[in-house]
């Protein structure tokens, strides 16, 4: 299987706004992000589905879901945090992390031919690495 852009991430080869890393998973701002905050929580083993992921490897991405979630309640302080799993885009399981207040914010589509603000990507790294 070819790699996918989040194992070339997790390789290094491309650069990402990152906001933790472990030994099974890592969180980075995704380049064209929703609502007041979006965090992608992506395991470093290439699985296409959630549900083909070994159970160490799924516990260890959900376990860092909830930790970038109660990081944003704190930082950001929105209504809700809410996720998605949906898996199209790139092949490589991978859990949108939304901090939001509104349904419309939480359905909103990123604007994929938006110019990448990446000083405002390093500003959101600030307030929610750990």
């Known amino acids: ?33 929703i609502a007041k905050g979006h965090v992608l929580v ?26 970038v979630g109660k990081r944003m309640k704190e930082v950001l302080n929105p209504q809700r945090i809410g996720l998605q799993v949906v898996g199209l885009d790139v092949p490589h399981v991978h859990v949108h992390v939304i901090a939001f207040d509104t349904l419309a914010q939480f359905r909103e589509l990123p604007d994929e031919s938006a110019a990448i603000d990446h000083a405002k990507h390093a500003e959101m790294v600030q307030k929610l690495a750990f």
């Open 42 to 67: 992506i395991p470093k083993v290439q699985v296409d589905q959630f549900i083909d992921l070994d159970e160490a490897d799924y516990q260890a991405v959900m376990a860092v879901v909830q930790k």
């Open 1 to 33: 299987m070819e790699d996918s852009v989040f194992t070339k991430i997790i390789k290094g080869e491309i650069p990402s706004h990152k906001v933790y890393e472990d030994e099974r998973t890592i969180a980075i701002i995704p380049l064209h992000t």
